[in-house]
């Protein structure tokens, strides 16, 4: 029997997920549930099959096998509201989760969800600085994790929400809704605000005369100051006490190193540096991936043709690149190409492959 996965709100993630099965031709029916506007857009795109308006619910909602709550927390929390209202439409059991970036609040209120639905916390852990429908990414949730939490009345996935999560290539991990929201705090919530103050809290003098000469430390520390003011300021609402406390430890930190600095206190100081090394090691080993990834560079020349040359070899040996990054070009000298792979065969074979093409590669370590 043919399933029908409802998106409601139909933004960049909701999207890819809707192009990710297109793409597959998965036997699902996508059903999209956004305003008029993203709903002409996801027509345009033919992201979906069927089309429906919020307040379309006498529609959107019988039927439906799985629904996805896609849209801000606010609204997350708010359509829930309308499916508690609307427990007499459906005539069997709805699997009902969510996207949200917090969690304690939404699954308070799903958890009380009343039969036919079935209510699961969740959190993919993929995004993009870009907004909208129109950015859509199949591969967004490819080797990422997708934090979820149960309701104490199942004790596992319900099948089909397992299955789109590994269909999409991202890792279900359980976790407690408060427990997410204090990780959330630390490893996404506060960074934010702290990219922010970066953004911010920079001279005038040096922001209007010689901000062209920022290097990748600031426009790495600063790239998620572009985020959405509208999205975090639901997060910031319903994680505020997490967030703060995480805040005030980051901001205690660097004023202790503030301190180490002016009475050059170079133990400590180098002691922070190691502690920071070893944090930053296990991060990038881990990479924020949900499965490690082997990685191969490859120094390519900066003429045309070049990247296709190293890649249409390995694509002919049917080895699968799940990353590519151009890492540093100089013009009219080359570049370097970063290649990543789900298996340490394939990141070796591929070595073989580019050498016998006379492009120099290697392991990154």
Same mark, same amino acid.
């Given at each position: 029997?043919? +399933?029908? @996965? ?9 999207? /890819? ?16 549930? /956004? ?8 027509? #345009? ?5 069927? #089309?429906?308006?919020?307040? *379309? ?5 019988? &039927? ?6 896609? &849209? ?11 499916? +508690? ?30 039969? =036919? #639905? ?20 199949? /591969? ?30 991202? !890792? ?6 408060? &427990? ?22 920079? /001279? ?35 994680? &505020? ?24 206190? #170079?133990?400590?100081?180098? *002691?922070?540096?190691? !502690? ?27 003429? =045309?043709?070049?990247?296709? +040359? ?13 990353? @590519? ?16 792979? +789900? ?15 006379? @492009? ?6």
């Amino acid at each position: 029997m043919t +399933k029908r @996965i409802t998106l409601i709100g139909f933004g960049l993630l909701a999207g /890819s997920i809707a192009v990710a099965l297109k793409q597959a031709k998965q036997h699902v029916v996508i059903r999209a549930v /956004s305003s008029r506007e993203t709903l002409q857009k996801a027509k #345009f795109f033919s992201f979906a099959d069927e #089309f429906f308006e919020y307040g *379309d619910v006498q529609n959107w909602l019988p &039927g439906s096998n799985l629904i996805l709550l896609c &849209g801000p927390i606010k609204h997350i929390l708010s359509t829930i509201d309308v499916l +508690k209202n609307s427990a007499e439409l459906p005539s069997g059991e709805i699997v009902v989760s969510d996207i949200g970036s917090t969690k304690e609040m939404i699954c308070e209120k799903g958890f009380a969800l009343p039969a =036919p #639905f079935v209510f699961v916390g969740g959190h993919p852990m993929a995004g993009s600085e870009k907004r909208g429908v129109e950015h859509s990414d199949s /591969s967004i949730f490819e080797n990422t994790y997708w934090l979820y939490c149960l309701p104490k009345k199942i004790r596992k996935l319900p099948g089909l929400l397992n299955d789109i999560l590994v269909f999409l290539g991202s !890792r279900p991990v359980q976790i407690s809704p408060k &427990g997410h929201d204090v990780a959330m705090a630390w490893l996404s919530h506060a960074p934010q605000l702290l990219s922010t103050s970066i953004a911010t809290g920079i /001279s005038s003098e040096v922001a209007e005369n010689h901000l062209h000469l920022a290097g990748s430390g600031f426009r790495d520390m600063t790239r998620i100051a572009g985020s959405s003011w509208e999205m975090w300021k639901d997060i910031l609402e319903t994680n &505020g006490k997490n967030v703060t406390e995480a805040l005030t430890a980051y901001l205690e930190k660097a004023l202790e190193i503030k301190e180490e600095i002016s009475e050059w206190q #170079f133990n400590e100081l180098e *002691d922070n540096f190691m !502690r920071g090394n070893k944090t930053r090691y296990n991060l990038e080993t881990g990479k924020n991936y949900a499965y490690p990834l082997y990685e191969v560079i490859a120094h390519i020349p900066d003429e =045309p043709g070049s990247i296709l +040359k190293a890649l249409g070899p390995i694509a002919e040996k049917n080895i699968n690149i799940r990353d @590519i990054e151009l890492m540093k070009v100089r013009e009219g000298i080359g570049g370097t190409l970063l290649l990543a792979f +789900k298996a340490e065969n394939d990141a070796k074979n591929a070595i073989r492959i580019l050498e016998d093409e006379g @492009i120099y590669a290697r392991k990154r370590v």
